[in-house]
């Protein structure tokens, strides 16, 4: 894990988030209209010469490799880039997920023409993709620890639609560095996809025990 | 499994494609400059004005849903709008998949900042979901028949890097409608992740025989 951390202020990370997340949706919404555009040639090809303008503009002054995952001065993670969850990634939808008291994670999403695999139905890779995410996610808050995935065995019960869709995960047990997860994707009809993984959590990364203790100790500096 | 077959001629196909593939390498150049950016914010205010602006006249004229999976007049299929091999989709990067006489098929892929997951590597979940479909088009061109995922299962051997891959699959065995799939991702220093799927063929899935009996008798009245 990248223990980077940002040069920006907590304001600063929320001004930029409040004018790159609404860019990051737009091309959300052109990812779908180039799969869906049935306009002439000379539209598409004008389409074309705007992008190109748009992506040198943006290219002026640019990271020069991926995102990566800095942290805040408060040490909270920034997976911005994530091609599931992330705010500046429109391969993402983006999952948002929401952590309960007991310990379960869900997410409520739509998945449009994007995620398409046989017709009209969800990509299986697409479900794999997204219960992978919800499952590193669930043990790394629940069980305050981070985590890579070892093993991730996805069944597919049956299609699962295009649309509105339910996601929940929890853990179910560990064994030393290993966390067992259950995850499930639902349609309005009850689940369609559900996913068993085998969490590994590396024994060189800080537990975040060691951040909320850093995070303490920043505050009460700062007072 | 939509048998739908397009309106448009093979060589309107080709024309279009030669207009539209251009247009979707420029839209995940898109994505890739929005996750790095670092301009101004008047900069990216004006990026997203200009990409609504784009969307506007796409939508001018278009498909009421997900692109499906039409047929072209000789019944191959156009899976243009799929997750990881769609040609008009930016998500897919797209994986374009070479399949061999011994029966396995292979494929090489760059992936960028768009496929991150832990900082500076591949997201889990993408691995899982091009070897899902490495998987499905393995059985579905060496077996002749179309299949549905039955069971996933990945292992992660280790982190695999951002950058360009390989992958390969090959079907392992059969018991009457079910499909063992083998799959691996490797970098230059071999594999990272495996993949065994358990593919089930639909008992009413037309089976590739019959689309070539069929593709060979519209040959044959067209003379």
Known sequence: MDFRLTDMTDDEIAQELSVVEPLTDSVRDLI????RTEVDDDVLIAAREQIDAVVTSLRGNQKPGSYGVPFTRKLHGMPY?????????????????????????????????????PAGLVH?????????????????????????????????????????????????????????????????????????GIMISPANMPRHEELKRLRAELAASAE
């Open 124 to 196: 299986g890779g697409i479900s794999a993709m997204l219960l992978d995410q919800l499952l590193g996610e669930v043990v790394s808050v629940s069980q305050g620890v981070p985590c890579f995935t070892g093993t991730l065995t996805v069944k597919y019960l049956r299609p699962t639609p295009l649309g509105p869709l339910s996601l929940r995960a929890e853990t179910t047990g560990s064994e030393g560095r290993k966390f067992f997860v259950h995850a499930e994707i639902s349609d309005a009809e009850g689940p369609t996809v559900t996913a068993e």
């Open 81 to 117: 880039g994530n091609a599931a969850v992330g705010k500046r990634n429109a391969i993402a939808p983006p999952l948002r997920v929401e952590h309960h008291d007991d310990g379960s994670a869900t997410s409520e999403v739509v998945l449009g023409a994007a995620y398409e695999g």
């Open 32 to 35: 779908d209209a180039v799969i």
